[in-house]
């Protein structure tokens, strides 16, 4: 099967990255079936554009794997989670983080986001799952933030505990979401702005997109006195 085809196709229609991962480890009995995951990703916030950007993304997918007679299920972009509907049941399925970390298009981070070399966390994630038989891609099993902890040291409501992701250890602690909810919440009261996301804008993968040859170069100084 082309996997290298459909790859290219799908950045031809605007995906930033495609990858394969196995996700078999991670499925859900309903899904067991469906052992690939495609991550599909662009370098876009996450707005509701670009969540109807990655939905179409994800119908041509769709659309080409019924065409060569494989089965495959949609799991959404995030910010569907905003919306109280029926598909937000879907995402215990499968998570995208899963789908990029099995197809080495990034690590689980210290501020609990998917890094991707060159665009850090900056990326909109969704997936496709599918029992056809695609050429996996190399996964990443471990965090490579290394030594920095910009993170740690800069989140306001003390919510980075520093932990390294790894997959042999799913249930490490990495963010202690309920800290990061509530100083959000309380912003939310007098600020019309971004209430946080420091985690993100402060990562050098983010802001320099290290090997990125257009990432912005803003110090972290900068990023400091402005947040
Ligand atoms: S969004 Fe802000 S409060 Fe939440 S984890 Fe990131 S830096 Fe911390
Ligand atoms: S700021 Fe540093 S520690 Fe935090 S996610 Fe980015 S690379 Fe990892």
Redesign the pocket.
Do not use: M, T
């Given at each position: 099967m082309d996997t290298e085809y459909l790859k290219e196709y799908l950045k031809r229609k605007g995906a930033t990255l495609v990858g394969v991962g196995d996700v078999t480890q991670a499925l859900s009995r309903e899904l067991i079936h469906l052992t690939k995951g495609i991550s599909l990703a662009m370098n876009r916030g996450l707005t509701r554009d670009t969540n109807q950007l990655l939905a179409g993304l994800q119908k041509l997918t769709q659309e080409w794997l019924k065409k060569q007679g494989y089965r495959s299920f949609s799991i959404p972009p995030d910010s569907d989670r905003w919306k109280d509907k029926l598909i937000t049941r879907l995402y215990p399925l499968v998570s995208h983080k899963t789908a990029a970390t099995c197809s080495g298009l990034g690590w689980i981070g210290k501020?609990?986001l998917i890094i991707n070399e060159f665009y850090g966390s900056k990326l909109s994630w969704s997936t496709v799952l599918t029992d056809a038989p695609l050429t996996i891609d190399r996964p990443i099993t471990e965090s490579q933030c290394g030594d920095c902890d910009l993170?740690v040291k800069?989140?306001?409501?003390?919510?980075?505990t520093g932990n390294n992701w790894s997959r042999r250890d799913p249930l490490q602690e990495i963010?202690r979401?309920e800290?990061?909810?509530s100083?959000?919440g309380k912003r939310r009261h007098f600020s019309e702005k971004p209430?946080?996301?420091?985690?993100?804008t402060?990562c050098p993968y983010s802001r320099n997109g290290l090997r990125h040859p257009t990432g912005n170069r803003k110090s972290e100084q900068e990023i400091l006195q402005k947040s």
């Open positions: 501020n609990g993170c800069h989140c306001p409501s003390g919510a980075v963010v979401y800290r990061c909810r100083l959000k209430n946080c996301g420091l985690c993100i402060i």
